[in-house]
């Protein structure tokens, strides 16, 4: 029988994975929260709004009746904003199937706790349904139109990790296993802070110097910080890690670079949202960051001076000033 995939959420990264999903051979439903939204999706065969110029396989069905999606499907992949992750938990908590696994593609920690992905599924569904999270650089317009990608899979079950990789893996799309879930989703929700701060510096026209010197800064922040939670510093080294931070710092299809680019044109966080029109994780991840940090006394200057642009506490060029004036020191500590 034909393997079936619900994808939930059909912004742009669960649009793309339902296309792909559905190339690869599955039988695919995407869901969406609009009915309005997912009928004309349906109808058209395209996520105008979101993804647009990826046409929709056959095999994909989108509609907005959550019940019949997950009843339908062996496994679910949500690609909500992880804002919605614990909401959407709640949510299909009473829907499940015994033993149906999940696969989350969020990339951030939970406002006002700041806890981990895994933290929340926990908190949630406990230990009752296998799940894994699925990390990388992979920006959903170049793996809707079929270009080549590749991620990470992260799970404390190593045969669920697996069992998803082989399930996206093909097609020009490459999937590897983890079992370093801290790791893995502190570089998802970091690099998007490290993202804002390279748009910031390269909108204020700082140079190639500057970006290298906060990529590679910014990096070792995030591995400092997956360390004190438990992760692996050279999960950091991998895809979910220095993979994803140089494609978010360095291409302007990132949401978070141009949400930087934007705050060094002295926009505000709420101008520069209207114009993105796509949620923009690193704004919520900032502090919550930056609170982790702080409880596990993880020094992360540039998740500091962030996190004090987007809070309108300092200025874009005020932030550059501060992180110039941090003392000289060895560079590995
Ligand atoms: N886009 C990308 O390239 C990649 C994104 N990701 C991650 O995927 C996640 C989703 O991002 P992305 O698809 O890009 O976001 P988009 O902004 O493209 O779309 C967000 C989608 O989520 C829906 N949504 C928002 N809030 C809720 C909610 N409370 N309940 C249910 N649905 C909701 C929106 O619906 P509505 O239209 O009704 O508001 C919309 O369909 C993020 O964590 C992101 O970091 C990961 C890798 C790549
Ligand atoms: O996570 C992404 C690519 O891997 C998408 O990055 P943005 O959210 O910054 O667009």
Same mark, same amino acid.
């Given at each position: ?142 793996? +809707? #139109? @079929? !270009? ?5 899979? &992260?799970?404390?079950? $190593?045969?669920? *990790? /697996? ?39 390269? +909108? #204020? @026209? !700082? ?5 290298? &010197?906060?990529?590679? $800064?910014?990096? *070792? /922040? ?40 934007? #705050? ?7 101008? &520069? ?61």
């Amino acid at each position: 029988m034909t393997y079936q995939v619900a994808v939930l959420g059909a912004g742009s990264f669960g649009t793309a994975l339902a296309i792909h999903l559905a190339r690869r051979g599955a039988s695919v439903r995407l869901w969406g929260r609009d009915a309005a939204q997912m009928a004309e999706i349906q109808q058209q065969r395209e996520n105008a709004r979101y993804l647009p110029d990826c046409p929709l396989p056959a095999k994909l069905l989108a509609d907005a009746d959550l019940a019949a999606a997950v009843a339908d499907s062996d496994d679910l992949l949500l690609a909500t904003p992880s804002h919605a992750l614990r909401g959407m938990l709640s949510t299909l908590q009473p829907l499940l199937k015994a033993g149906q696994g999940l696969a989350i593609a969020c990339k951030g920690l939970e406002p006002d706790s700041g806890k981990l992905i895994h933290e929340v599924v926990a908190d949630v569904l406990g230990a009752a349904h296998p799940f894994s999270v699925i990390s990388g650089p992979t920006f959903a317009k170049e793996l +809707g #139109l @079929g !270009l080549p990608t590749a991620v990470t899979i &992260a799970s404390d079950d $190593r045969h669920y *990790a /697996e069992k998803f990789a082989h399930l996206l893996h093909g097609d020009g799309f490459r999937a590897y296993w983890s079992e370093d879930l801290p790791g893995v989703e502190i570089g998802g929700a970091a690099k998007n802070v490290m993202a804002i701060g390279v748009g910031i510096a390269d +909108g #204020l @026209g !700082l140079g190639a110097n500057t970006r290298a &010197a906060l990529i590679t $800064r910014g990096l *070792a /922040e995030m591995m400092r910080l997956a360390e004190a939670l438990g992760g692996k510093a050279e999960t950091l080294m991998g895809l979910s890690g220095m993979g994803d931070l140089v494609l978010t710092c360095t291409d302007n299809q990132s949401r978070n670079r141009r949400m930087g680019l934007l #705050l060094a044109q002295n926009k505000s966080v709420a101008e &520069a949202s209207a114009e993105i029109r796509q949620v923009v994780e690193g704004v919520k991840a900032a502090p919550e960051v930056l609170r982790v940090a702080q409880r596990l006394g993880v020094e992360m200057p540039i998740t500091t001076a962030v996190a004090a642009v987007l809070t309108g506490r300092i200025s874009a060029v005020e932030a550059v000033a501060q992180l110039a004036k941090r003392p000289a020191k060895a560079e590995l500590t």
